[in-house]
């Protein structure tokens, strides 16, 4: 005669089982990653006492990428929204501490969120709208990007258009720091111009408060392309009115 189970031999079967069915739908861990650009030496031999300061604002990204998680190129016409890999905080405040930091360190001036205004420091503000940027794992990141600088003392501003690809292998961190790379050179080419115009300003003085009159006639031109690296810039050059 065959004997029934008995709930003691039962029980230590059913707990495996459940404990196997929780395993296997345990959610796998979110990965977080950020566009922080490595600190390095600056341009200059200190940043104490900066002769000038950058203002960089808040910066504009497309609707499509403006959420915490990552956002990955399928094909030409389709994404992948990935849950488990996301930003350490809002792209754009990723993408702007990144410029703060490497703007700090390659225009060797003092770069944060928020700028005093003090009136024996020219301020260079910094405006950046992300056209594009696009997440291509295992082939290319690209960042396209409309980028100014503008005086504040005198409204004068040079707007550029940068367009930097770079190429990755597969995986989520390697898009990261894809990205990483495009955004140094952004910032490198954004530095190269506030040191272009804080340069010109010591060479001529500045006008008194309140003096009206043109801008000085200083000539401003984008930053040109980087060897090895699909980098576009349009110079265009707006001067305050009289």
Same mark, same amino acid.
């Given at each position: ?5 008995? +709930? ?36 200059? /031999? ?40 996301? +930003? ?13 930091? /490497? ?15 003090? /009136? ?15 997440? +291509?794992?295992?082939?290319? *990141?690209?960042?396209?990007?409309? +980028? ?8 004068? *501003? ?12 597969? /995986? ?71």
């Amino acid at each position: 005669m065959r004997q029934t189970p008995s +709930w003691r031999t039962m029980v230590p079967t059913v707990t495996v089982i459940g404990l196997a069915i929780l395993t296997a739908c345990a959610s796998p861990p979110t990965r977080f990653y950020t566009l922080g650009i490595e600190a390095g030496p600056t341009m200059t /031999g200190s940043t104490a006492g900066p002769s000038f300061r950058i203002d960089v604002r808040p910066v504009k990204v497309p609707a499509a990428v403006a959420r915490s998680q990552l956002v990955v190129q399928v094909n030409a016409a389709q994404v992948e929204v990935r849950e488990d890999d996301r +930003w350490a905080s809002s792209l754009p405040d990723e993408i702007r501490y990144a410029l703060i930091a /490497g703007l700090s360190h390659q225009a060797g001036a003092a770069g944060a969120k928020t700028v005093a205004r003090n /009136g024996d420091v020219p301020v260079y503000q910094v405006a950046v709208d992300v056209q594009r940027f696009e997440s +291509w794992p295992g082939s290319h *990141t690209l960042i396209d990007v409309v +980028w100014d600088v503008r005086t504040l003392a005198d409204g004068e *501003t040079l707007t550029c258009h940068s367009v930097v690809s770079e190429a990755v292998p597969d /995986g989520y961190q390697a898009v990261v720091d894809g990205h990483r790379r495009a955004i140094r050179i952004v910032a490198a080419q954004i530095a190269k111009v506030v040191r272009a115009l804080a340069a010109s300003a010591t060479d001529s003085p500045l006008r008194p408060a309140g003096a009206s009159g043109k801008a000085r006639n200083r000539m401003l031109s984008c930053p040109q392309a980087t060897d090895g690296v699909e980098t576009v810039t349009d110079r265009a050059v707006a001067r305050p009115e009289e």
